[in-house]
């Protein structure tokens, strides 16, 4: 590169000449720290709301996959896609056109936030997915706040994704932490009510969401706005273009199908074990709970790999983006498969934590033996995918998630309706889905040319 194109920052460079698992791992860390701390709002929630009565919780429960698909497509769909192109461009030594991107990315948060909020908000929604009478009320109480809301979740998830593009994965972890943090005191406050502050029950819970996370959006765009950051959102003059829309669009569009695809699986593989019983249905919700601490992990070690796989794509350095691909994937599938190593040889070790029920750990247990061998695999896919948004390149992505939405959708009917079989049947099933998924992803990477000069492959 000419002198003009280097880097604008120290952190960049390090992306681009430090040395490949050292940096990996120095960006990884915050994130995988702030993620875990961001999954303990779910249980705390779950928790926090279960203390209203079963209506309560059933109605959190009809919105929590609406809730979900919003934070898994502002976070890794949005927010990863705005990883990719502020990084590319800061590769390239382009720091106006990174905070170009920045700006228009935001700009389209507040969009999508909007989808949700005219969309999720309604009380029709939920009838409609068999919410009725104190249910109802109760979902539609808190899906009014928490998606009324959505521009505060929006907002600093792609706020993140600009500070991650930058290098910086401190701050967006900083955020998760401080979020967390404010929600644990807050939500208890706002739910059962306390002094001056009336109990708002779980539309307290929804208001308690969205306070914390505009609180953290609003630092984060103080952090980025200070001058002297390679990107600043407010402050430079805001151009609206077309084409940096568009940049930002190719990559986020197809990134927020892939949630889709996974929570598709997810739901299908559900519905089969529900054809065993309500025991089997138990023994799966907690044995597959293990999945979230994998995801953490591999969305943390994922950021890692989408800001330095762009990166070095922007500098033109197609090689060693493969050579921090393969090391990151290698490193999830590394964790990821060792604990599902783990709890497939001792699996009534996990089961234990959640119940002492005998016949629900037997049948978790089981699950666990023959889908957490494969955990690796799911791991391996979700670095792949990541790694595959860095390079702008995802149609083989979403072919894996395809693929595993089709397994799990023909063989759990083959092996539920046509065999006839037991529970171990369709637990092959589901860890096949994940075996096809990862190792799909895994040949098109190895194949797929990434030189920016070969673009149209």
């Known amino acids: 590169m000419s002198t003009a194109a280097l880097p604008v920052s ?79 461009a800061l590769g390239a030594g382009d720091a106006p056109q990174a905070t170009r991107l920045a700006q228009h990315a935001l700009l389209l948060g507040l969009a999508a936030s909007l989808l949700f909020t005219l969309l999720a908000a309604s009380p029709a929604l939920y009838a409609t997915m068999g919410a009725r009478g104190g249910v109802l009320a109760q979902a539609s109480s ?64 929804a208001a308690s969401t969205v306070t914390c996370n505009a609180i953290s959006a609003l630092a984060l765009l103080a952090w980025l706005s200070r001058p002297g950051r390679p990107v600043r959102i407010v402050g430079p003059r805001w151009q609206l273009q077309r084409s940096a829309f568009r940049r930002i669009l190719d990559v ?8 889709v695809l996974s929570n598709g699986s997810i739901a299908l593989a559900t519905a089969y074990v529900g054809t065993f019983g309500s025991l089997a249905v138990a023994a799966y919700g907690i044995a597959a709970r293990l999945e979230y601490i994998l995801v953490p992990i591999a969305f943390g070690f994922g950021s890692a790999l989408t800001a330095m796989v762009a990166t070095n794509l922007g500098a033109r350095q197609a090689v060693r983006a493969k050579r921090v691909t393969w090391a990151g994937a290698g490193l999830v599938w590394a964790v990821t498969g060792s604990i599902g190593l783990v709890a497939a040889l001792w699996p009534q070790a996990w089961m234990a934590l959640f119940t002492a029920d005998a ?17 690796g695999f799911f791991g391996l896919g979700l670095a ?42 369709l637990y092959a099933v589901v860890a096949a889905s994940l075996a096809v998924m990862g190792l799909t992803l895994c040949v098109a990477t190895y194949l797929a040319d990434w030189d920016p000069a070969n673009r149209s492959a």
């Open 359 to 375: 016949a629900v750990q037997a049948t978790g247990g089981a699950y666990l033996r023959i889908v957490g061998g494969c955990y």
């Open 252 to 259: 986020a569009l197809p990134s927020a199908v892939n949630p």
């Open 384 to 425: 792949l995918f990541f790694a595959s948004q860095g390079a702008g390149r995802l149609r083989w992505a979403l072919v894996a998630s395809a693929a595993r939405l089709v397994v799990v959708a023909l063989g759990g009917w083959f092996a539920v309706h046509v065999l006839a079989g037991p529970p171990a049947a």
């Open 10 to 88: 120290a952190a960049t460079q390090k992306m681009l000449r430090g040395p490949v698992l050292g940096t990996l791992l120095g960006l990884a860390t915050p994130n995988v720290l702030g993620l875990f701390a961001n999954t303990v709002v779910i249980g705390f929630d779950g928790y926090i709301v279960g203390r209203l009565g079963p209506e309560a919780l059933a109605g959190v429960a009809v919105v929590l996959p609406l809730a979900m698909l919003m934070l898994q497509m502002s976070a890794g769909g949005l927010g990863g896609s705005t990883t990719a192109a502020v990084a590319r």
């Open 142 to 205: 808190y899906a009014g706040v928490l998606f009324t809301g959505a521009a505060a979740v929006w907002s600093v998830n792609v706020l993140a994704g600009v500070a991650r593009g930058t290098g910086n994965m401190l701050p967006a972890a900083l955020a998760l932490v401080a979020t967390t943090a404010m929600h644990l005191m807050l939500c208890p406050l706002l739910v059962f009510g306390g002094g001056p502050v009336p109990a708002l029950g779980v539309a307290g819970a």
